[in-house]
């Protein structure tokens, strides 16, 4: 079963707006994670939710969970041209982190 | 702040050919990782490393794949007989404690098989 799977896979907007993005998984998780990767690089984490959460803030991220539906949500709120890059939702099971396909996010100035 | 360091940056290799990608990860973690990404494609789980043992390993790390932490600072990854199908970017990441918390991941390796 797919693990971890964003929506859209694809957002294109301008320098300022917000950009929401969201996850769906299939099995139980005690966290959930968000990474962005720019292109061709490594993986950066940026934000970590346990279960027990349902929001958290870093900085301009507010990430969401709901355990009930399987799903979590990213916002990049004011974004910028430096944001443009691909956002990975990943949930762990055993040993491993299991990744979704990502939303590769375009921001225009 | 600390960070995962990978080498090479690019290994381009013919077919067949062993290969040994390297990483440095973060120096108080326990436990490593190796992912890959083909092109276009998701972040694959390879293995998991731990004790100086494998911990977890993938349907993709067969035999032609292995791992050694040969000394306290490295943690390598080797293809034995490189496949078309191997090329892709591979990644090492290290974490403090197993793999359901935060992993940090390095700059990756692209690995070119022709």
């Known amino acids: 079963s797919q693990q971890g799977e964003e929506d859209p896979q694809a957002l294109s907007i301008q320098e300022g707006e917000n950009a929401t993005m969201n996850c769906s998984y299939k099995t139980s998780i005690n966290n959930l994670q968000w990474y962005r990767q720019n292109s061709g690089r490594g993986l950066v984490h940026l934000i970590l939710i346990r279960s027990n959460e349902r929001e958290k803030h870093s900085g301009r991220l507010r990430v969401t969970l709901d355990t009930s539906k399987k799903s979590s949500s990213l916002l990049i709120t004011a974004s910028r041209a430096a944001d443009t890059a691909s956002y990975f939702c990943?949930?762990?099971?055993?040993?491993?982190?299991?990744f979704g396909g990502g939303t590769r996010v375009l921001v225009k100035p | 702040e600390p960070e995962v360091t990978q080498t090479p940056s690019h290994q381009v290799t013919q077919m067949g050919q062993e290969v040994i990608l390297r990483c440095v990860p973060i120096?108080?973690?326990?436990?490593f990782y190796w992912y890959r990404q083909i092109l276009g494609q998701k972040v694959e789980f390879l293995v998991s490393f731990y004790n100086n043992e494998i911990s977890e390993k993938s349907e993709i790390f067969d035999d032609q794949f292995s791992v050694e932490r040969p000394d306290g600072s490295n943690f390598t990854l080797k293809i034995r007989s490189t496949k078309l199908e191997d090329s892709a970017m591979y990644f090492c990441?290290?974490?403090?404690?197993?793999?359901?918390?935060?992993?940090?991941f390095g700059p990756g390796t692209r690995l070119t098989v022709l």
């Open positions: 990441a290290s974490s403090e404690v197993p793999g359901t918390d935060t992993q940090y």
């Open positions: 120096s108080n973690h326990l436990y």
């Open positions: 990943a949930t762990p099971a055993g040993n491993k982190l299991t």
